[in-house]
């Protein structure tokens, strides 16, 4: 798996913590009293961040420093995305039941695991 420049991959965080908070570049941009192009420099990696800076969007974004600065586990978030999608169309009994069952079967790996 190849690796990211740092200042892309800590780009790439900021924008996907962004858009998991539900914010618009405008929103964090307000908030951090800056432009709304300064917020998309920010998030292409065109501008270099401050520890200061980092510490404002952690806070913004409800999130440590680190984990700005390390990647999210991709496949995991893709897995998420792809099992709200399946379940979206159920009804919510029908999605109380395949909780359970994944529930049910994660804790048959752990205890093989822990076996």
């Known amino acids: 798996m190849a690796t990211l420049p740092f200042t892309t991959e800590v780009a790439g965080n900021i924008a996907l913590r962004?858009?998991?908070?539900?914010l618009t570049q405008a929103q964090v941009a307000e908030k951090i009293s800056v432009e709304k192009e300064t917020v998309s420099r920010l998030e292409s990696g065109k501008i270099s961040l401050t520890v200061d800076r980092l510490q404002q969007l952690?806070?913004?974004f409800g999130c440590s420093l680190t984990d700005l600065l390390n990647?999210?586990?991709?496949?995991?978030?893709?897995?998420?995305?792809t099992l709200a999608d399946m379940l979206r169309p159920l009804s919510v009994e029908e999605r109380e039941a395949v909780?359970?069952?994944?529930g049910d079967v994660v804790r048959l790996f752990m205890s093989r695991r822990n076996a």
Do not use: T, Y
Request: charged letters at 30%.
């Open 18 to 22: 962004r858009k998991k908070a539900g």
């Open 58 to 60: 952690a806070l913004i």
């Open 71 to 81: 990647a999210p586990d991709a496949s995991i978030e893709q897995q998420a995305k």
């Open 99 to 102: 909780m359970r069952f994944v």
